[in-house]
């Protein structure tokens, strides 16, 4: 069993640290925040497709910084008031980990 653990440990991807409750409070944000642009399955709306088949190629640094500081003259806004560093750096790499339903 401890093997075991520790090859799953090894084969899953890092994510920044965040506590359980707030990754669960994260996870609403992207659905219900992100998915108000993005399309509530992440597919595409207003906003590009955030599956992890889109952004398979994205840095997952870049993506964090983009959730930060947004994207002057699009609809994407700045979270920085809102999100830490390290909640960000959780949310990109949700995004780039997270099945499509």
Do not use: F
Request: proline share 9%.
């Amino acid at each position: 069993m401890r093997s075991l653990c520790a090859l799953l440990v090894c084969t899953m991807p890092a994510m920044a640290d965040v506590a359980p409750d707030r990754a669960m409070a994260l996870e609403h944000m992207v659905i219900q925040d992100c998915g108000s642009c993005h399309g509530l399955t992440l597919k595409g709306g207003l906003g590009r497709p955030l599956t992890a088949q889109a952004l398979a190629e994205a840095d997952p640094e870049i993506l964090a910084l983009v959730i930060l500081d947004g994207i002057p003259g699009t609809a994407m806004p700045p979270w920085r008031p809102l999100l830490t560093e390290d909640e960000a750096m959780w949310i990109a790499d949700y995004l780039k980990t997270k099945e499509s339903p």
